[in-house]
């Protein structure tokens, strides 16, 4: 899977996200793109959008993208505090439905 980390989220959790294609939006170019945009785009090329932005899915209509959406709902977006929710994303990630958003929590 190609997966796409917001920035709001440590880089570092790219790697441990093994057997993925892990970018994130400053490797490609898109630090500070609002929201629609940046949807529009990750679309193109990705299969996976990870975030910590809880309000995403109120504030877009991710029913019309062909893109899955993963909420990282942890105590903070510290990598440590991330960490501890890699397992499960590494377990539904191919399996999250797409056009909606999936949370990952504690």
């Known amino acids: 899977m190609k997966i796409l980390l917001d920035e709001c989220i440590d880089r570092r959790l790219a790697e441990q996200l093994s057997g993925h294609e892990v970018k994130t939006l400053p490797q490609m170019g898109w630090a500070g793109i609002k929201d629609g945009e940046l949807l529009r785009l990750a679309e193109g090329e990705f299969d ?25 709902q942890a105590r903070s977006n510290r990598l440590a505090d991330l960490q501890v ?3 499960e994303i590494l377990a539904i990630v191919d399996t999250a439905p797409k056009a909606t958003a999936t949370v990952v929590r504690e």
């Open 85 to 87: 929710l890699v397992p």
């Open 48 to 72: 996976v959008l990870i975030t910590v932005d809880r309000n995403l899915p109120f504030q877009q209509n991710l029913a019309v993208l062909d893109l899955v959406v993963l909420v990282l």
